[in-house]
């Protein structure tokens, strides 16, 4: 090896060492609890207001399948025997539904379950996060003809919390934004606890 070729690789494996001692210290002091400086956290959120069921979720996310789910909301949804978010042809008969009914969700996610009784009873739809890809399809049919019961979340524990959302860039409808939620706590503080009047 010449001396021009030793300096070069010296000068590279110096370089390397310094970039790799400053990244063990920073990395080492966030993983000790006592040193670690304070957390915040954000989020990604979908307004249900904005979005219109459009479909990019399922596409646009970094993930496969997509960190974005469909969910219903309970408290709105009328549990219709036949649901625009379930089944497309509105005018079948109750008791075909289940057999002949064209299912708005091609992955089957929309779950129907009769609490009831009867085939003309009251009826809860929840959705399968196994099967949800985010394709918007039930939300759209739900906003645009039934009670917006159905809407899209992005879920935490599956998002990769990206500084910069894919879908979020790709929304036609400017419905994702970064929330901030607050400083992470690990409850092992200082804190002052009222007792008869006086902090202690």
Same mark, same amino acid.
């Given at each position: 090896m010449d001396r021009r070729k030793f300096l070069v690789n010296f000068g590279r494996a110096t370089c390397a060492l310094a970039i790799g001692g400053v990244a063990y210290r920073i990395v080492?002091?966030? !993983? *000790? +609890? @006592?040193e /670690?400086? +304070? !957390?915040?956290r954000y989020v990604w959120a979908i %307004? +249900? @207001?904005?979005c219109n069921g459009c479909g990019i979720c399922e596409t646009a996310c970094v993930r496969n399948p997509s960190a974005v789910k469909a969910v219903n909301d309970q408290k709105k949804c009328s549990y219709c025997v036949v649901c625009y978010g379930h089944i497309s042809n509105k005018d079948i008969e109750s008791d075909k539904i289940m057999t002949e009914g064209i299912k708005v969700c091609k992955y089957d996610a929309v779950k129907r379950q009769n609490y009831s009784g009867g085939p003309d009873g009251s009826f809860i739809y929840k959705i399968d996060d196994k099967l949800c890809t985010a394709c918007g399809k039930c939300v759209k049919n739900c906003t645009e003809k039934g009670t917006k019961s159905m809407f899209l979340i992005i879920? +935490? %524990? !599956?998002?990769l919390a990206c500084n910069s959302c *894919?879908? /979020?860039a790709k929304c036609p409808q400017k419905a994702i934004d970064r929330v901030y939620i607050g400083p992470e706590d690990d409850f092992k503080g200082e804190y002052s606890l009222e007792n008869g009047g006086e902090y202690i």
């Open positions: 080492s002091k966030q !993983l *000790n +609890p @006592e /670690a400086g +304070p !957390l915040t %307004d +249900p @207001e904005k879920r +935490p %524990d !599956l998002c *894919n879908i /979020a």
